[in-house]
Structure formats: C-alpha cells, structure tokens
C-alpha cells in the first residue's frame, strides 16, 4: 500500500461506453503532488496539441492529492478551457474530493462523448455509466436531488452541470451541494459536451494514512493555529464570522475594490452589501468542507420583497463582480443574481465581468436596446441583468454572442470596446482591481488569465501551487511549506526533509509546465501576458489616492517576472531552466518558439 495515495485513477470512455482503473504512479505523485500539477502533467501527455477544448478527445480530468480526505477536502478540476483556449483547471470544497478518494481513486479521467445525456456513478469497486435525459436541462439543485433518487442514496456526493454547460456556454460551472461550484474556465461547457451531466460517488474505504496517531496531532494543532489567527479577513474568528463578504468593506476601504466594470476602486454603497449588516439581515447559518472548522461558507436568506426565499452562499469575487462592479445596491438582488448563476452552472465572475462591460457599452450608445433583445441594461438594473442571464444561457439573441466569452463578444462589438473589456486570454477578471501592480500582473502572467487565485507574488505563487496540487483550501494562509511537508510526511510515509528552496521547485515545475501548455497550444506571451488598455489609460480613484497602472512600470514588472521564473525575454521557459526543473521533455517543443 502506498500511504495517502490509493494507487489507482478511474478513467472512463464515454464514446465507447468503457471503464478502466490505472495504476497511478508514486513517483509522478511525488514530483507533481497531485490535483493541479498532477493535472498540468496528464494534460501535456494526454492531450495532442491543437485539440479543441470540447472535443470528445480532450480530457476533463477531477483529481485529488495526497492530502485528500486526510486533511483537505478540495478536487481540481483540469482541462483546456473552452473560455481561453489556455490550461484550466478550477477548485471546489465540500466532501465530494474525499468521497472519490474514499471509494479507492485518486482521480477520474473522463474522455468521449456519450450518444445521450449519462451520468456517471462510482461506489467504491462499482462505476456505471446510466442515462441522464430525465435530468438534462434541471438546474444544479433539482439535478442533485434527482440524482440522489436514481440511485436511492440521499448521501450520495454530486457534482453537475447546469443549463449553460449543456449548452456549451463557455462561462460555466460544475457546481456540487447547489453552490459550491468549480467555476473558472468553463469546465462546465466540457462537461456538458461529453453529453455528461453529473458524476455521483460514495465510497466505503477511508482514508490510508502512515502514522495516524502523529498525523491527527498535528491537525489537531493546525486547526488551533487556523482558530486563532485574528489577523485580517483571514483571520480564524473574522473569517468564520464575516465569510469572504467582509473583504467587500476591507477591500473598498482600501482603493482595491471592481466598480462600475473596474472604472472605479470605491463606492459608498458597500457598507449595505458586505460586513455586519448582511450578517444581521441575512445570514442564518455557517457551513464548512470536510473537515475544516472555518465554517467560512455563509448560508443566507432573502426574506422579503421581490426575491424573498432565495437560498444563497455569498462569497467576495462572484457576488462583488454582480455587485459593486455592475452598481447593484439591493443585497436581495446581489443574492438572487449570485444564487441564478450557481442554479444554471455559470460562474458568476465572468458572469459579472460581462455584464458591467455590457452596460458600459450600452451607456456609451455602442449597444442598443434592440441588440440586446429589447433589453435596457443599465447600471444596477438587476432585472434586467436576470433577462440577459437567461437569454446568454438559452444562447437566445445577444446572448449567444456573450455565451462564447468576452474576448469573443468585444470582438464582434467592435467600436473601441476592447479597451474596457476588463479580461486576461478571455478570462474575465476576479472582483480585486487590477491597478494595484502586484494584482494586475498575476492577472496578466496567470495560466489561466483573469483569475485572482495565481498569487500576488512570486512565493505566493509558489504557496498556491502547492495548495492546490495537495487539494488544501488556499485560504489557509497561516499554513508555511514546513505545515505541509509535516502533514504530507505523516500521511505518505515519505521521508519528507524539505526546506523551502524544495518546495518552491516543486510549485515552479507545475506553473513553468502550465506555462509551456499554454505556449503549445498557441499562447504567443508578450501578445497575451497583457492587462485591458483601461489599467494603463486611466486613472483610479480620488483626491490624492487617485492611481494609475502605467503601461512601461507593467512591461517591466513582467520582464522582471520573466526573468526570475526562468523565462527568456519574450516569457518562453529557458532550456537551462526547464532542465532544473526536470522538464526536459517539454524543451523540444519550446526550441520551436523560440526566436
């Protein structure tokens, strides 16, 4: 037995209705962890370069760590993202991580396409592909339940897509327990393409930990550490109380907050939506994934007026970018956007990001109510954004042009719009803004595009590598790469004596690996590592905090950041450095673009 790993990945042919259980390499497992660098990998092995997104030949691949089920409970989702055609890959809590590990699987690697909608069950040694069309077209709740009651399991872990991942919108989610939701790059629309609704799973087995006795001693003592943390929004007591919503206050506080489509960095209306009094009007309870006791997830209520008995979990990014960056004022309306999005399977970001750059063009006069199907979309007008949710869902008039992504949609628009299209490689951007420069050049230089999650710096890339490729939850900030090689030693048995020089290698081999994918498949770096023209063309803010993001100090903190991930002047890895890094196997096909 290999401690922490179960030795196996499920890997399950839709097109040819067929099953397999592979042996899953230790060795793989130690020099690219799991979960997001194990992804990173299977992906430049797997996938023959120029293979489109959702293709029945393109992998969506749900993979767990070493740590899964021991102490983290996250699953990476991997696959080239329909959205920017770069490396995506999206992270989600809950319990449905640790299940998977639980019935004896580090990973499921779904390829094909099956003839009719299927979804996917797997109880333990048992994995079925079953019909699905009583299903497709639900929304991510009633798919949860009707699955459940298929297999007549109420315990049953689910993970689905939604309406917008059936109809190939690339803005989709996969979204497990209603609102925990793998939202980023559009693994949904790669799921949905499969003809592949849900993938259910319970597992009977445990979790295979080397020394439990010292192991449950230290996640003894990292969950004090994590409780008593009261330092900032990551703050153990701050955190558990507030959820992520009080960075809306925080963040407004401090010049750093996406308003009316990132024209702005403040606004005094954040005080109703975020902090003490969304806690009083609407909070009535706290959940928490498996085994954390954070209890960050907020479970709020509507309990009045037009959106009274809205269900929602409220989180900074998804419902900050519905929010303030598209001046909705009425929490109620904030919730029941954020609560439609995770219904239908569409990240709420992007969401967002689409929406406010739709409004600023219909202010400017560069889109007219009849383009957008008689739609007035004007700032905080939240009915209205509901019709065009809908119809981008339904890929109904305008709504098909916005379902193909942003970079798509600017491009059709035209007339100068691309300049306030506030995306990275098609990615909408996160709800932090991108004028502060350590934020706007992760925007720029991430893998993924728009997303805040790459880090703002050089270790915190690194440290997010390492969270995500071991499945832990990145808001467990307290946690230093010494936590880790402890809790990794206990679980694995491996002789773990890492300092942190070892540990940010192993991080800089899985992001230099997502970088050379994303090369591959046609990434030209100076041409896409870039921010949207307004970061550099406008200024922020008021009075003496007004700022600015000039384009030559962002040209040189990329070239800087080239220069110390290893990267050539034009961001192409070096040879020397790829040999460091062990990725030898990958300098071949960089020498081609180089010049």
């Known amino acids: 037995m290999v401690y922490g790993l179960a030795g196996r990945l499920l890997e ?16 793989v497992a130690r020099k690219y962890l799991g979960g997001r660098g194990l992804g990173a990998w299977l992906l430049w092995e797997q996938l023959k370069p120029g293979t489109d997104a959702m293709s029945p030949e393109a ?14 409970s996250h699953t990476c989702v991997s696959f080239k993202s329909p959205e920017t055609g770069t ?15 639980f019935a004896g699987y580090d990973g499921l690697i779904v390829t094909g396409r099956a003839d009719k909608p299927v979804y996917i069950c797997v109880k333990d040694d048992n994995v079925e592909i079953r019909p699905a069309q009583q299903m497709w077209g639900e929304g991510t709740t009633a798919t949860t339940i009707l699955v459940r009651k298929d297999l007549g399991d109420p315990l049953a872990k689910v993970l689905c897509c939604g309406p917008a991942g059936e109809k190939g919108v690339v803005l989709s989610s996969i979204v497990q327990d209603s609102w925990r939701a793998a939202a980023r790059g559009g693994g949904g629309a790669v799921m949905g393409a499969k003809n592949l609704k849900a993938v259910a799973v319970r597992g009977t087995q445990g979790a295979h930990i080397a020394d439990m006795e010292t192991f449950n001693a230290l996640a003894d003592e990292f969950r004090r550490k994590l409780a008593s943390l009261q330092t900032g929004v990551y703050g153990g007591y701050i955190r558990g109380r507030y959820g992520s919503m009080l960075s809306t206050v925080s963040k407004c506080d401090a010049n750093d907050m996406a308003v009316k489509n990132f024209a702005d960095i403040t606004w005094n209306q954040t005080p109703n939506i975020g902090g003490v009094r969304l806690e009083r009007r609407n909070v009535v309870g706290h959940a928490s994934c498996y085994g954390c006791n954070g209890g960050c997830f907020h479970i709020s209520v509507v309990r009045s007026g037009e959106y009274a008995g809205t269900v929602s979990q409220i989180d900074f990014d998804s419902t900050g970018l519905l929010g303030p960056n598209c001046l909705v004022s009425d929490p109620d309306a904030m919730m029941y956007l954020n609560a439609l999005c995770d219904e239908l399977g569409l990240d709420a970001e992007s969401a967002g990001t689409t929406l406010s750059w739709v409004m600023e063009c219909y202010e400017k006069g560069l889109l007219t109510s009849a383009e957008l199907g008689g739609v007035e979309l004007r700032w905080g007008d939240a009915p209205a954004m509901i019709q065009l949710i809908h119809n981008l869902v339904a890929r109904e008039g305008f709504g098909d042009v916005l379902a193909k992504g942003l970079k798509h949609a600017c ?14 490689k098609g990615m909408g ?31 915190e890339q690194n440290w997010r590598a390492w969270a995500d490729s071991l499945t832990c939850c990145t808001w467990h900030f307290v946690a230093i790469g010494e936590d880790y090689s402890k809790m990794l030693s206990m679980v694995t048995g491996w002789d773990l004596q890492r300092i942190q020089e070892e540990w940010d290698t192993t991080a800089e081999r899985l992001l230099i690996l997502a970088r050379a994918f994303n090369i591959r498949e046609g ?14 063309e406008e200024a922020f803010g008021g009075g003496k905090t007004r700022r600015s993001y000039p384009r030559e100090q962002f040209e040189a903190d990329r070239a800087n950041w080239y220069a110390k991930r290893g990267c050539d002047a034009t961001g192409i890895p070096t040879s020397e450095r790829l040999r460091q890094l062990g990725l030898d196997f990958v300098d071949p096909v960089m020498d081609e673009f180089r010049t």
């Open 59 to 72: 992998p969506l691949m749900f993979l767990l760590g070493p740590l899964t089920g021991a102490w983290s």
């Open 523 to 536: 990434m030209k770096p100076l041409l896409e590592d870039i921010l949207p023209d307004r970061v550099h």
């Open 411 to 424: 491009g059709i628009v035209g007339k100068g719009s691309g300049k306030f299209a506030m995306h990275c």
């Open 12 to 27: 399950v042919d839709l097109t040819h209705e067929s099953i397999s259980k592979t042996n899953h390499s230790e060795e």
């Open 87 to 101: 490396m995506g890959h999206a992270m989600t809590g809950g319990s449905w991580g640790p299940e998977l590990k």
């Open 429 to 459: 951007l996160g709800g932090h803004h991108p004028v502060t420069p350590e934020r706007g050049l992760q925007y720029a230089v991430g893998d993924r595009g728009g997303c805040h999650h790459y880090g703002n710096s050089v270790h």
